[in-house]
């Protein structure tokens, strides 16, 4: 397995996205101007998952509105997620965004999709759900990960858990 080499995410570039995004927010306030607060956990989230991606590029689909419903839905009935799931009764909408430029956005318990519409973007907003006040943290990180071997088999979970820097395993299996 030639991608366990190196890792490429590492605590040393975690620290320097938060100090960059720490020194725009400083430097903007000297200047008198507005920068949105970065959620640097969110860029290092991004650049580790697009760097697994690669790898398990063979698991990545492309999905059409009706299935990410099906889909969604199945996960949601899974016996695993339910026994995590913080708010098990409440219902879990689906939708298309028509903002262009879109990706896929989580607020609650809303998933909207625009042009991600693939498996992964799917397990990734899952996440946001099961994890509600936690971001990009290393709860929703652990999260992704779970959802990635539960649903498309230890050897995805294993790959994101590499690339997150996630030391420790997540096989819970019950």
């Given at each position: 397995?030639?991608?366990?080499?190196?890792?490429?995410?590492?605590?040393?570039q975690?620290?320097?996205l938060?100090?960059?995004?720490?020194?725009?927010?400083?430097?903007?306030?000297?200047?008198?101007?507005?920068?949105r607060?970065?959620?640097?956990?969110?860029q290092?989230?991004?650049?580790?998952?697009?760097?697994?991606?690669?790898?398990?590029?063979?698991?990545?689909?492309?999905?059409?509105?009706?299935?990410l419903?099906?889909?969604?839905?199945?996960?949601f009935?899974?016996?695993?997620v339910?026994?995590?799931?913080?708010?098990?009764?409440?219902?879990?909408?689906?939708?298309?965004?028509?903002?262009?430029?879109?990706n896929?956005?989580?607020?609650?318990r809303?998933?909207?999709?625009?042009?991600?519409?693939?498996?992964?973007?799917?397990?990734?907003?899952?996440?946001?759900i099961?994890?509600?006040?936690?971001?990009?943290?290393?709860?929703?990180?652990?999260m992704?990960?779970k959802?990635?071997?539960?649903?498309?088999?230890?050897?995805?979970?294993?790959v994101?858990?590499?690339?997150?820097?996630?030391?420790?395993?997540?096989?819970?299996?019950?």
């Open positions: 397995m030639a991608w366990k080499e190196v890792p490429t995410s590492t605590h040393a975690k620290r320097e938060k100090q960059t995004a720490v020194a725009r927010i400083k430097q903007a306030k000297a200047e008198g101007t507005y920068e607060k970065a959620d640097w956990g969110k290092y989230v991004y650049k580790c998952e697009r760097q697994a991606y690669e790898r398990l590029s063979n698991l990545r689909f492309d999905m059409d509105f009706e299935s419903q099906r889909s969604t839905t199945a996960i009935a899974d016996e695993r339910r026994a995590i799931d913080p708010y098990p009764a409440a219902k879990v909408v689906v939708e298309l965004s028509t903002k262009n430029g879109a896929a956005r989580t607020y609650e809303r998933m909207r999709f625009g042009t991600a519409r693939d498996n992964f973007a799917l397990l990734h907003e899952i996440a946001h099961l994890t509600p006040n936690d971001l990009h943290g290393k709860e929703f990180q652990r992704e990960c959802l990635f071997e539960w649903f498309l088999g230890p050897k995805a979970g294993e994101m858990r590499f690339y997150l820097g996630i030391r420790e395993g997540v096989s819970d299996n019950a």
